[in-house]
T-cell receptor
Framework: ETGVTQSPTHLIKTRGQQVTLRCSSQ?????VSWYQQALGQGPQFIFQ???????GRGNFPPRFSGLQFPNYSSELNVNALELDDSALYLC?????????????FGSGTRLTVV | DQQVKQNSPSLSVQEGRISILNCDYT??????FLWYKKYPAEGPTFLIS?????DKNEDGRFTVFLNKSAKHLSLHIVPSQPGDSAVYFC????????????????FGQGTILTVHP
């Protein structure tokens, strides 16, 4: 049973550019959530996808968007990058939406915006 | 608006002793609480959870206590081991307007636990 895989592991982008981060969910999991973790902070919820539909969104602007594919893998897209977008981006997958099903996190993508 | 707070940025404990990590929350709609452990360069790993209908849950060396009236939970690790050294996050999920839990987790800022041999 493979876990959650995220790619790339590290990325450096210039302010104003666009970035796509990818996540392969754990086998059998149909729910994917994305979190942003700034340095010294806890992860902050960006959005969640359940069976290819957005199922909830945190306090992030529309330039943060996502997709979930039929195989339940997911992408996080960020347009018009800002310096404050520099963070660790975590993907978590689950058997279902409810938190008590448990979430398995990937190791994250470290994004640096210069 | 920090709805989940871990007021101790760090905790240092001797091997074999008890580690107590604390977490406070403000949102009374939170109904499920989780603790995660995070090592550098890895994602958070689930440790233990508790539903709001309980006040204690135990799993091996880890016990979580929930005091709903005080909006406070704590994680006890007994005995502490050097391998427990990591960042510990408290997280909570809430009941939505329809009365069911949904998937957003609200995390605290984390507490760095160091267990000395």
């Amino acid at each position: 049973e493979t876990g959650v895989t995220q790619s790339p592991t590290h990325l450096i982008k210039t302010r104003g550019q666009q970035v796509t981060l990818r996540c392969s969910s754990q086998s059998g999991h149909n729910t994917v959530s994305w979190y942003q973790q700034a340095l010294g902070q806890g992860p902050q919820f960006i959005f969640q996808y359940y069976r290819e539909e957005e199922n909830g969104r945190g306090n992030f602007p529309p330039r943060f968007s996502g997709l979930q594919f039929p195989n339940y893998s997911s992408e996080l897209n960020v347009n018009a990058l800002e310096l404050d977008d520099s963070a660790l981006y975590l993907c978590a997958s689950s058997l279902a939406v409810r938190a008590n099903y448990g979430y398995t996190f990937g190791s994250g993508t470290r994004l640096t915006v210069v | 608006d920090q709805q989940v707070k871990q007021n101790s940025p760090s905790l240092s404990v001797q091997e074999g002793r008890i580690s107590i990590l604390n977490c406070d929350y403000t949102n009374s709609m939170f109904d499920y609480f989780l603790w995660y452990k995070k090592y550098p360069a890895e994602g958070p790993t689930f440790l233990i959870s508790i539903s709001s209908i309980k006040d204690k849950n135990e799993d091996g060396r880890f016990t979580v206590f929930l005091n709903k009236s005080a909006k406070h939970l704590s994680l006890h690790i007994v005995p502490s081991q050097p391998g427990d050294s990591a960042v510990y996050f408290c997280a909570a999920s809430e009941i939505n307007a329809g009365g069911t839990s949904y998937g957003k987790l609200t995390f605290g800022q984390g507490t760095i636990l160091t267990v000395h041999p």
